[in-house]
């Protein structure tokens, strides 16, 4: 109930700025309507635009909520901790990509013309956003606060991306859409495995819950491990191609030392991560019932190791087999993504 009674209170006021925002955009254009805003705008350059930046940026104050970046974070662990697990999967992964997609649809459409006004606002709230994510991160003892506080990183890095977007363009817009795709499967797998391992009221989400794991359920762990490694970023896992477009993509934007901090950001991540992996399967089992934990049974062995191995293949691509769609094939995709924005 406090959870609830918190993100009600911080969603209804960043609700008010989106209003607020809105209508000051509508003062100055005379419209709310997706791509006419973006044609008036360019009509207006040159002239006083001061009430359409003020609005976009009440606006943008509301995707930062949204998203959990720095200011704007205080909610996310306390309201994923108080969630059940598929809902607070939900929130991490799918509800990110919707608020990513219509931001991006209104920055590089309608608001382009503008767009640099906040460049400098955006560096502050990246650097802000991963050294504060990362704090909280690495002091979690619950798995699921954890995992909470990662969002918050992963956050950091696609904002790298957005950032960079006015530079290195359609690179930078493919590289989010392709790292959204890479943290949507690496957060359902981890939420919904722990999902699953907690189920019948046996909560077990702590680290220490999680000892010697391996050597009693060694398919879950396996997969749990997968998970871990794409969202820390390793080699051979979706994640890590997602963070190394968005890292080049940075560089070449000129943004050299927020790609360094990003880097830096996911050298700490291993910490969290690998904390989980160490525990699963180099110390001896707790002393908990392990027995209590169901077996996996159904389909749902088939779907997360489906899900496990769509992060296998989006890191290794098409390596084996020559032309079976990999990473190019995805990095296409995402780039017909990106074009699509500007379908009116």
């Not at 930046?53 to 994923?80: C, E, H, M, R």
Request: proline residues 3%.
């Amino acid at each position: 109930m406090e959870a609830s009674f918190q993100y009600l209170v911080l969603g209804s006021l960043a609700g008010i700025f989106f209003l607020l925002g809105s209508a000051f955009v509508y003062a100055g254009l005379g419209t709310t309507i997706l791509g006419e805003m973006g044609n008036r705008l360019d009509t207006l350059m040159g002239k006083d635009v001061s009430l359409v930046i003020i609005g976009a940026t009440l606006i943008l104050a509301t995707f930062l909520f949204k998203i959990s970046a720095f200011p704007f974070q205080n909610w996310t662990i306390d309201v994923y901790d108080g969630s059940s697990l598929p809902v607070s999967a939900f929130m991490a992964a799918t509800f990110k990509v919707a608020i990513f997609g219509f931001i991006l649809r209104l920055m590089l459409v309608d608001f382009d013309p503008i767009r640099d006004t906040w460049d400098t606002l955006f560096i502050v709230v990246i650097i802000a956003t991963l050294l504060y994510g990362s704090f909280l991160a690495i002091i979690q003892k619950s798995l699921k606060r954890m995992l909470a506080a990662s969002s918050i990183v992963h956050t950091g890095y696609l904002l790298i991306a957005f950032v960079s977007i006015g530079y290195a363009g359609e690179s930078a817009a493919s590289s989010i859409i392709y790292y959204l795709v890479a943290y949507f499967l690496s957060a359902m797998g981890a939420f919904g495995l722990i999902s699953y391992i907690a189920a019948d009221e046996h909560v077990r989400v702590t680290y220490e819950d999680f000892r010697g794991f391996a050597h009693v359920h060694p398919y879950m762990a396996a997969m749990l491990s997968v998970f871990m490694l794409s969202l820390a970023g390793i080699p051979s896992t979706i994640g890590f191609v997602g963070k190394f477009y968005i890292f080049t993509g940075a560089i070449e934007a000129g943004y050299t030392f927020l790609a360094v901090c990003g880097v830096v950001a996911t050298f700490v991540s291993v910490y969290y991560y690998f904390k989980l992996i160490a525990l699963m399967y180099f110390y001896p089992a707790c002393d908990s019932d392990w027995k209590d934990v169901p077996s996996l049974k159904g389909i749902t062995p088939l779907t997360i190791g489906l899900i496990a191995l769509a992060i296998i293949w989006g890191g290794i691509g098409n390596t084996f087999i020559a032309y079976f769609p990999g990473v190019d094939f995805l990095i296409d995709t995402a780039r017909l993504s990106y074009m699509s924005l500007f379908i009116k």
